[in-house]
């Protein structure tokens, strides 16, 4: 239907989370994007026991050399779950030391190529820091678990002095917790002991401050909040020795003392404040009291410990920051509303689609690219995966909010000459972006990232989106080197033979059941496609800048060679056997929906794959953003119904908790923001199809206040946003 004013408040307060029973996954997180901190049913991190991670007895543990182990499809259960209560920031990391010297060297296998032999950092299986790892794959364990991200310290209701430090979770009575989305403030009611407690915590939305406001008579009876350093709760390989940790604590007032953290050699400071009175309780903690019934108290964190500012925000002036940004935040750009809709599943849509909303800005929008669980808990030690950036920010731009996106391009320029290094060491040109990486810009170790491609030509993609959104000249001034030196590598890496262009082994596509395969791999058709339109926009830069085409980048664009075919004419997954298995992600179909229409991919063949990927893929065995893939591609195929049963299929990994969380994994990955990225692309590419003419699905009534950016492509009729 035409797009219509939207009662913002209203479509978002509809589906603030309430929770009303502890829960291992039942948790919410306040952030902003470079510093985050996860609230239990207290609304504090006072129950952590309650939600560590507990391993999944189903596991499959195996080395992971020679292909991915073999998931066990299960029905959904959150009982099989559990989320940590973390703090976590965009810039605490710490390095663990080991019983012997490591050397990048042993990490190294050279792999031979058609220009001679290619080295790879693929000395390292797929375990986890718990599991045994072989001598042969120490180093590049070491390697790609170091560095970690820390947990800063927890904010947790605590007993009276003498008593027990942890109160046990069945002690609280009644809860109703309320995540309140518009103002970004948790809001906890409880009773404990008899008493009823009332608990505020709120996130500044620029600073990396956290404020909570408590109100109970118990506070009169010594119980208080305090602030705690937890050792790091991340597994340790059997060659890493302990963490030494310790904590200096300074006082300036009664009710203002700093702490000076340092874990080995990583050095960070906690400001802690209140209106009431403070005192040590143990080497690493401080509990804030008070003799009234209500406690204020703001932690402010610093990444450098030798800061002397000394000026705190009150919890008021917190609260009042977080309720103007979060107001503003969903007060702009895009709002998409399903009410009217006859189809029983609009309201579950909607809610994910606005909880997603809210996680992205929470996890998705620092200064860095975000890891898979954001600022929430570690997998894969915290690092982040640049594959995945895509999934987490390109909605920002999609939804008129791209300035959020935008707060991660510095990084990349500050990783520009390690992405060149590795070029450089590989024999190419241009710059190389790693798949694993953290602020470092080092590449992990991997026997499986280290030959994916697929996030090479990201970073010109997202550019392009904040190209379309509205930016000019200067933003592509700024922003051109990027895409020059990603662009010089992608020519350089392609081979020639008949006059067309081949992506080579060694190579491991977007669908990474292919890792057995990587010596013999070749033209995945998804980046076959991606690699002939990034370049052609890499040109368009080039000619918005008065730069003229490159030529190189041109021929390779246009003469990529064309996808392979299946005996029923539908798409491979690649050129060289096995050319499909119908498993884990159907990348092909990102040839066309997720990306734009290209020269690559022919519509009607896409529309067939569509169908048997629909019909005989294993989409249990899939994860949470292929299904946005399947929708986008329908939206752009103008199959809007088909988008809508792809978001919403039944599947153990299409599940969306009472959070907005996507679990994926029991014992390890319990949520999944790129699924949740996705689904906000997916909606941008349905609304999009709309504008351009689509009609909407029987049952479903799509309201949207503000487009999504850019505008349909007029190349198509039921072309999406993107």
Known sequence: MPASTVDRRRLVRRHNPVLTAAHPTAALTLGNGDAALTVDITGLQTFPDAHELVPDPHRVAVAGIDGLPEQRVRV????????????????????????????????????????????????????????????????????????????????????????????????????????????????????????????????????????????????????????????????????????????????????????????????????????????????????????????????????????????????????????????????????????????????????????????????????????????????????????????????????????????????????????????????YRGARWPKQTDPSAAESPSNIGVFLVWQQPHIIHLLELLRQEGRGSEFLRTHYPLVEATAEFMADFVEERDGAFHLPPPIIPAQESYLADRRTNADPTFELAYWSWALEVANEWRSQLGLGVQPEWERVAQNMTMPTLLDDGTYAALRTPPHLIRKDHPSMLMGLGWLPPTDIIDADIMSETLDAVWDRWDLQSSWGWDYPVMAMTAARLGDLALAFDALLLPSPKNEFLANGHNPQIPGFLSLYLPANGGLLSAIAHIVGAIRAGDREPDGWRVTYDGAPSPSPSPSHAAAAAV
């Not at 120490?138 to 991200?149: C, S």
């Not at 705690?228 to 030494?244: G, K, R, S």
């Not at 909605?395 to 992405?419: K, V």
């Open 76 to 427: 959904f259960d959150a009982d099989d779950f559990q989320i940590p209560l973390r703090t976590q920031s965009s810039w605490g990391w710490y390095r663990t030391r080991t019983t012997r010297e490591f050397d990048r060297d042993e990490t190294v296998t050279r792999y031979d190529t058609a220009r001679g032999a290619v080295p790879y950092l693929d000395r390292m299986g797929l375990q986890r820091a718990g599991d045994e790892i072989a001598d042969e794959f120490a180093a590049g364990a070491w390697f790609h678990y170091n560095p970690r991200r820390a947990h800063l310290g927890r904010l947790a209701l605590t007993p009276p002095v003498g008593r027990p430090d942890r109160i046990d979770v069945t002690a609280v009575r009644d809860p109703r917790t309320e995540l309140d989305l518009w103002s970004g403030r948790v809001h906890a009611q409880f009773v404990l002991e008899g008493e009823s407690v009332t608990v505020t915590t709120v996130a500044h939305p620029e600073k990396d401050v956290f404020a909570v406001s408590v109100e109970s008579p118990l506070l009169q009876h010594g119980w208080g909040v305090a602030w705690i350093f937890d050792t790091q709760p991340d597994d340790f390989a059997t060659f890493e020795l302990p963490l030494e940790e310790s904590t200096h604590w300074e006082r300036h007032t009664p009710g203002h003392w700093t702490a000076r953290r340092r874990i080995e050699t990583t050095a960070y400071r906690v400001d802690m404040s209140t209106n009431g009175g403070l005192a040590l309780r143990g080497a690493d903690a401080t509990v804030a009291t008070s003799d009234g019934e209500r406690l204020e108290v703001v932690v402010s964190l610093h990444a450098d410990d030798s800061v002397d500012d000394l000026r705190q925000p009150t919890y008021g002036q917190v609260a009042r920051a977080a309720e103007t940004w979060w107001e503003g935040y969903w007060s702009s750009g895009v709002a998409v509303s399903f009410e009217g809709s006859d189809d029983e599943r609009a309201t579950e849509l909607e809610r994910r689609v606005v909880l997603s909303q809210y996680l992205a800005a929470v996890n998705s929008a620092g200064s860095t690219p975000p890891a898979e669980t954001g600022l929430t808990y570690n997998t894969w030690t915290g690092k982040f995966h640049l594959e995945m950036h895509w999934w987490h920010a390109a909605h920002f731009a999609l939804w008129g909010r791209g300035h959020l996106l935008e707060r991660s391009l510095g990084w990349y320029h500050s990783a520009l000459d390690a992405a060149r290094s590795t070029a450089d060491w590989q024999g």
